[in-house]
């Protein structure tokens, strides 16, 4: 028997404690007969101001992160996506597939999704390299995402970290300040525009940009859900949250 309200596909979702943006941005990109399924990694709200307070984040991440996924893989999923970015870029794309491989293996086997191959997939659907970044951090972190990319062979035009001082601080961003940014990024010189961060709310602002920068604006938790969906055989077209969901 399949499961009555989700026969098409049940989607287990890992996000950190603080994160308030990433579950009702998800829940809003279901197609039907989808359902989410939530697992929290416990961490404190701590600071990310330096060095050593980032690190202490990425350490609570990862103590939490194998607890979460096995919280939610007990209501057998179909996939797990990962909602949490700065483990994804943090030591390069060679710990990316380590990483990878650790969280499929915490998941009974089942497909992980995360932030780097979501976005590398969603770039590759619309031929672009040249990109420009946004990031929700302090240099600390933003510095650990352009390199990522860099050594994934894109060209990082410009990177831009919002500068908030704490996990929970990131939900705080604003649309105003989302648009500002878009704006301060873009230009001819670029393709598309990338955010990273699942606790930044940017879908609707990402979704609305792309009519008037005319490119495409890749909000993280829309490409985490798109990849999600594609790579299980779900291919619907959801319209009104940008054209990855409705074009590709």
Not at 66 to 79: G, L, M, Q, R
Request: charged share 20%.
């Amino acid at each position: 028997m399949t499961d009555s309200l989700g026969p098409r596909l049940k989607v287990g979702v890992v996000v950190p404690s603080t994160n308030t943006s990433a579950q009702p941005e998800l829940e809003a990109l279901r197609p039907h007969q989808v359902t989410n399924h939530i697992g929290r990694m416990v961490i404190g709200d701590d600071s990310m101001v330096d060095e050593p307070g980032f690190d202490h984040v990425m350490h609570s991440i990862r103590n939490s992160t194998h607890p979460a996924i096995k919280s939610v893989v007990s209501c057998n999923p179909d996939t797990v996506i990962i909602g949490v970015s700065p483990e994804s870029y943090w030591d390069g794309p060679e710990s990316h597939e380590r990483v990878l491989a650790s969280l499929r293996e915490a998941a009974g086997g089942l497909p992980v999704i995360m932030s780097p191959d979501a976005i590398k997939a969603a770039l590759a659907a619309y031929g672009a390299r040249r990109i420009a970044v946004i990031t929700p951090y302090l240099p600390v972190g933003d510095d650990s995402v352009s390199r990522f990319f860099k050594d994934s062979g894109y060209d990082v035009v410009r990177i831009r970290g919002l500068g908030m001082p704490s996990p929970a601080k990131i939900s705080h961003v604003s649309q105003t300040e989302l648009r500002d940014v878009i704006k301060e990024i873009d230009g001819p010189d670029i393709e598309a525009i990338v955010q990273v961060g699942t606790n930044v709310a940017m879908s609707h602002v990402a979704a609305v940009a792309e009519f008037w920068t005319g490119k495409p604006v890749i909000s993280n938790n829309t490409v985490l859900y798109w990849h999600a969906l594609r790579q299980n055989g779900i291919h619907d077209r959801v319209h009104g949250h940008g054209s990855l969901l409705s074009e590709h």
